[in-house]
């Protein structure tokens, strides 16, 4: 069945520091992507629609200049989250899906965030 | 917009119940819907995935059920085991690919 392979699976850094999250798409292509974010004891929420080769477009609240979102390929998107601060640990989830099969998404394992 | 809603929020049951977890959504324009399943501090587990065009999907113990003109989606889990202890999350696809999710029933299965 569709893999879809999210990296790193935990990351713990200081205040100030960029992170990048890695999403593939490891046996389909995917057109489009979407990011989610999880605050304890709350559910998913969707934070940015990044389709290949677009700019992603982002839910209001999401600070797009903080949430970087690239989505160069069919098989890989990234967030980066810059100057990252302790309100920003969460759980980051992707969602990958495709024009092609069952409209169905296929998520990542996830990363959990934690900012000193 | 969609608005999605779990109830209850949690279900504590001794090991053998039947389990029903209940979701309503308020737009019936949708995709699909499905469920999921997650553990502590891990990511999401598919469980069944219902087309706006079904009643019900069923998997091995689970059954899930979608009455879309009610905004309705029921999951049944039979014969309930501690390993079904979990957080559930039903997810309502409305907007392509967008999931509108619930906060989820935490359950817990007593032996």
């Known amino acids: 069945g569709a893999v879809v392979s999210q990296h790193p699976s935990w990351v713990i850094c200081k205040s100030g520091t960029s992170v990048k999250i890695e999403c593939r798409s490891l046996?389909?292509?995917?057109?489009?992507m979407f990011w989610y974010r999880q605050f304890p004891k709350q559910s998913l929420m969707l934070m940015a629609t990044s389709n290949e080769g677009s700019k992603a477009t982002y839910e209001q609240g999401v600070e797009k200049d903080k949430f970087l979102i690239n989505h160069a390929s069919l098989t890989l998107s990234t967030l980066t989250v810059t100057s990252a601060h302790p309100e920003d640990s969460s759980f980051y989830i992707c969602?990958?899906?495709?024009?092609?099969?069952?409209?169905?998404?296929?998520f990542g394992d996830g990363t959990r965030l934690s900012i000193l | 917009k969609q608005e999605v809603t779990q109830i209850p929020a949690a279900l504590s049951v001794p090991e053998g119940e039947n389990l029903v977890l209940n979701c309503s959504f308020t737009?019936?324009?949708?995709?699909?819907l499905q469920w999921f399943r997650q553990d502590p501090g891990k990511g999401l587990t598919s469980l069944l995935l219902i087309q706006s065009s079904q009643r019900e999907q069923t998997s091995g113990r689970l059954n899930a059920s979608l009455d879309k003109s009610s905004g309705r989606s029921t999951l049944y889990i039979a014969a309930s085991q501690p390993g079904d202890s979990a957080t559930y999350l039903c997810?309502?696809?409305?907007?392509?690919?967008?999931?509108?999710f619930g906060a989820g029933t935490q359950v817990v299965v007593t032996p």
């Open positions: 737009d019936s324009a949708i995709y699909n």
């Open positions: 997810a309502v696809n409305s907007s392509w690919g967008k999931l509108q």
């Open positions: 046996d389909f292509q995917a057109t489009t």
């Open positions: 969602s990958a899906w495709t024009l092609w099969g069952v409209a169905e998404g296929h």
